[in-house]
Every structure is written in structure tokens, then in C-alpha cells.
């Protein structure tokens, strides 16, 4: 099975700060690629898929690039509602594998 | 609007079975493949099973493999998740997730969730 691995675990920036995750999978997955954000004690929700597409009114703060085995999220500009932990996932086939997650903190 | 309701969790023995629901409302419910996603206290997401629209596949994670069954009642506009031989390593909120299908050979991704029900294995 593909793993999907990301880093850093976790991460604290300050508010305007730009951040950015990493999520590589061991195998490439056709950038079939999607980001969820969980903010502390809420269900998953989905912001990027096919690695760069925005879900419908997720804020253009968030951004997603990559290809092949490595992929990004990046915030151009952290804000204090940002705080939540990220996962990524591959969807190409099954088993459908989230990454481990990266907490995002605001100093 | 999409709604997804879990329901059925609760706390159970080591070695019981236990049956989740998610009744779905707001869309065409068999028209769409549905998941179910766990998350343990304090840890990560971990896929679980999904189900085809039309029932015809249906997949699981290695580590529910043979003791969990997915399945579906469309006239009812619910998904099932039949949990036996459960173990400590089973407590988890347990999501359900609607699919937004882009391939033909099940490639999705999870476009909506429901809250979440949390099961609990204990003595």
C-alpha cells in the first residue's frame, strides 16, 4: 500500500505568517491529492482536491501544488481561524490514506 | 443541503459487535458511494471502508478486514457499518462521508462528513 507521510508534524507561526506542509506519498498517486482541515473538536473538512483545486468557499489564502510524489499546502498569510490540524489523503484507489496530520499553532 | 446523521455508537465488551448508521438527507443518496473514516482519541484520521453507489464494490482497511461490513439500504437513505469481534484498538469516533466520485474506478474524495459517532471498547 502507498504511504503518505507529512511534515512537519506540527508547526507555530505567527499571524500573517506564510506556512507551509508537506505530504509525500512512497508512491505517485496521478495527483489524485486531496487537503482537509480539522479544527480542534470538529469534524474534517474538505479545502483542496486534485492537489491545487479549491472546494467551494474555502478562503484563496490556501493554496495546494505538487505533483507526483510531492505535494504542498501552503497559507500565504496565517490567520488566528487557521488553528486546526491538516491531513492529506490519496484517493487514486483503495486504501484511501490520510497522512498523519500537521497541527497548525498562532504563537 | 447534505446531511449525514451517525448514530449507534456507544460503549461495548471486547469481542461484542456493534452496528452504526448514517441516515443521509439533501442529496441522491443512491447515486453516490459512501465511507466511513474512524479517528481514535487524540490521533489521526484512518480510512475504514467504502461502498460503491450501486453496492457492486465495496473495500476495506486491512485492519477491519473480516470483522466489519459495509453496506447500504437505499430505500432508506442509510449507510450501515456492522462492527464484530471489536477490540480496544476499535475506540474511535467513527465519521461517515459522502464521496465525490472522478474516476471510473472509484477515485474520490470526501465532500461532505457527518459529526461523527464515538464507540468506545472497554471491560
Known amino acids: 500500500d502507498i504511504q503518505m507521510t507529512q511534515s512537519p508534524s506540527s508547526l507555530s507561526a505567527s499571524v500573517g505568517d506564510r506556512v507551509t506542509v508537506t505530504c509525500r506519498a512512497s508512491q505517485a498517486i496521478n495527483n489524485y491529492l486531496a487537503w482537509y482541515q480539522q479544527k480542534p473538536g470538529k469534524v474534517p473538512k474538505l479545502l483542496i482536491y486534485a492537489v491545487s483545486t479549491l472546494q467551494s468557499g474555502v478562503p484563496s489564502r490556501f493554496s495546494g501544488s505538487g505533483s507526483g510524489t510531492v505535494f504542498t499546502l501552503t497559507i500565504s498569510s496565517l490567520q488566528p481561524e487557521d488553528v486546526a490540524t491538516y491531513y492529506c489523503q490519496k484517493y487514486n484507489s483503495a486504501p484511501w490514506t490520510f497522512g498523519q496530520g500537521t497541527k497548525v499553532e498562532v504563537k | 443541503q447534505v446531511q449525514l446523521v451517525e448514530s449507534g455508537g456507544g460503549m461495548v465488551q471486547p469481542g461484542r459487535s456493534l452496528r452504526l448508521s448514517c441516515a443521509a438527507s439533501?442529496?441522491?443518496?443512491?447515486?453516490?458511494?459512501m465511507h466511513w473514516v474512524r479517528q481514535a482519541p487524540g490521533k489521526g484520521l484512518e480510512w475504514v471502508a467504502v461502498i460503491a453507489y450501486d453496492a457492486s464494490k465495496k473495500y476495506y482497511a486491512d485492519s477491519v478486514k473480516g470483522r466489519f461490513t459495509i453496506s447500504r439500504d437505499d430505500s432508506k437513505n442509510t449507510l450501515h457499518l456492522q462492527m464484530d469481534s471489536l477490540g480496544a484498538d476499535d475506540t474511535a469516533v467513527y465519521y461517515c462521508a459522502k464521496e465525490r466520485l472522478v474516476g471510473i474506478n472509484m477515485e474520490s474524495y470526501f465532500d461532505n462528513w457527518g459529526q461523527g459517532t464515538l464507540v468506545t471498547v472497554s471491560s
Open positions: 439533501g442529496f441522491r443518496f443512491s447515486s453516490y458511494g
